[in-house]
């Protein structure tokens, strides 16, 4: 059964603590994504990584970075924390389609980060 | 740029009841349109998909079909269950990036 598995399902900060949201995905998948969901706003998309050591900016890549040194991992990292990084973090992967772009998106359960 | 926009939820239905969730996009070029589920403390996963014009996707008894001339890509359900309650978000891809709709909350009341 394909699998991406989010590291942590629930975690509490303090405001400027550093936090690593890790994701595992064993589909051998080029690419991966990070979202952010909030009610009324959907998934926004923070980083995405097409290969090894590449990474490309999102629409909201403020207070984010992200790293990608092997294949199956994708790290997102708030280097410090503030109370608006409050949100559920969902990774995805998927392997490039061809001309009509991605394919399916396959997701893990999701991380919800409470800043206080 | 690309954009997606669904219908407000949420949206409350009696079982068996007939389910019609909105969603148009805009687009240049010819993106692939998706429908994703959320059941309650999982993450996404993929309820459907067309690829081009006029296709119709299908699954667990939901279906959509991409048509290009109303830029509309409706869900569809004839008669809903209590396990359907979710959220549900139309979504569109095009190149790397997926774009999604704000969601739509479904409670089926038994």
């Given at each position: 059964d394909v699998k991406v598995t989010q590291s942590s399902r629930y975690l509490v900060k303090r405001t400027g603590e550093k936090v690593f949201l890790e994701c595992v995905q064993?589909?051998?998948?080029e690419n991966m994504f990070w979202y952010r969901q909030d009610p009324g706003l959907g998934l926004r998309l923070i980083y995405f990584s097409y290969d090894v050591k590449m990474k490309e900016k999102g629409d909201i890549p403020e207070g984010y970075s992200v790293s990608r040194e092997k294949k199956e991992r994708f790290s997102l990292i708030l280097e410090s924390a503030s109370t608006n990084q409050t949100s559920m973090y969902l990774c995805a992967s998927t392997q490039p389609g061809g001309?009509?772009?991605?394919?399916e998106l396959f997701f893990g359960e999701g991380s919800r980060l409470t800043v206080l | 740029g690309d954009s997606v926009t669904q219908m407000e939820g949420p949206v409350t239905l009696s079982e068996e009841a007939f389910l019609t969730i909105n969603c148009t996009y805009t687009a240049t070029g010819y993106p692939s349109l998706f429908w994703y589920v959320q059941y309650p403390g999982e993450g996404l996963q993929l309820l459907l998909k067309a690829t081009k014009a006029d296709d119709k996707g299908s699954n667990k008894g939901f279906e959509a079909t991409y048509r290009k001339e109303t830029t509309s890509f409706h869900l569809e359900k004839g008669s809903v269950q209590v396990s359907d309650s979710a959220v549900y978000f139309c979504a569109l891809s095009g190149g790397f990036k997926t774009i999604f709709g704000a969601g739509t909350r479904l409670f089926v009341k038994a």
């Open positions: 064993d589909m051998d998948h001309t009509q772009g991605s394919g | -």
